[in-house]
């Protein structure tokens, strides 16, 4: 949305907030005044145009939220689906260390439920089977957006003895140099500017088949090398 139109004084040879103080001639202030009025016009088919569209989307939201349920029945059925999609993804993987590594291999759910106005924020859920690390099913990331100053709050996890993933962490990183997945989960200091949860949501979450897809670098790097010596191998028989 524009910033909000600078106040003309009506009937006065200035523009409120000018900075050259200049005297304008009757007509200029005429057309000034013209041009802020058509000004708040525009702006408020702005605020119309930003609620239609808000609309629109908690529309398609319902529409799609059949597909995703079914979606992640099926996935159940592959294993370490999303551990193995959050390990190919550029950014997520440098955000999980080696222990949690060993833990996320339980994950068996991802899920993202934006609330009913959806301007008010949405919570990313993770679903784990039976494991050796917590005592809980799901843990949940909250961002609330709306109404009020954003927060975000974080599941309490129930960790099992000596199997704390978050002892002695900060949680204080917020962006993508963070190290830890716990870290980043625990963390709710500046929700606004959380990447991380952006990307989870944005990005895995819209599609994370095409991460779960991606080669392995070493079977690529051996494909390609196979290439290159077969290719070698057939210009040293013409020669």
Not at 169 to 177: N, Q, V
Request: proline residues 5%; negative net charge.
């Amino acid at each position: 949305m524009s910033e909000p139109p600078k106040k003309i004084k009506k009937g006065c040879t200035s523009i409120e907030g000018s900075s050259s103080g200049s005297d304008l001639d009757a007509a200029t202030q005429k057309n000034l005044e013209a041009i802020d009025n058509c000004q708040i016009e525009i702006d408020k088919h702005c605020i119309e145009a930003s609620e239609e569209i808000l609309k629109i989307e908690q529309k398609f939201n319902l529409l799609k939220k059949p597909l995703f349920e079914k979606r992640s029945e099926i996935i159940k059925n592959v294993p370490n689906f999303w551990f193995t999609a959050i390990m190919n993804h550029p950014d997520l993987s440098s955000l999980v260390d080696e222990k949690e590594e060993e833990c996320l291999q339980f994950l068996n759910r991802i899920e993202v439920v934006e609330f009913e106005d959806i301007k008010c924020g949405y919570e990313i859920q993770f679903h784990f089977e039976e494991n050796p690390f917590f005592e809980n099913s799901t843990i949940k990331k909250e961002f609330h957006l709306g109404s009020g100053p954003p927060s975000s709050h974080s599941t309490q996890i129930k960790w099992k003895d000596d199997n704390d993933l978050n002892s002695g962490k900060s949680g204080s990183k917020r962006h993508l140099e963070s190290k830890s997945f716990f870290s980043w989960f625990f963390d709710n200091v500046d929700p606004v500017s959380d990447d991380i949860a952006e990307i989870f949501k944005d990005d895995l979450w819209a599609n994370p088949l095409q991460y779960y897809l991606v080669p392995d670098m070493d079977d690529a790097e051996n494909d390609e090398d196979s290439e290159c010596s077969g290719v070698e191998e057939i210009h040293e028989e013409y020669n």
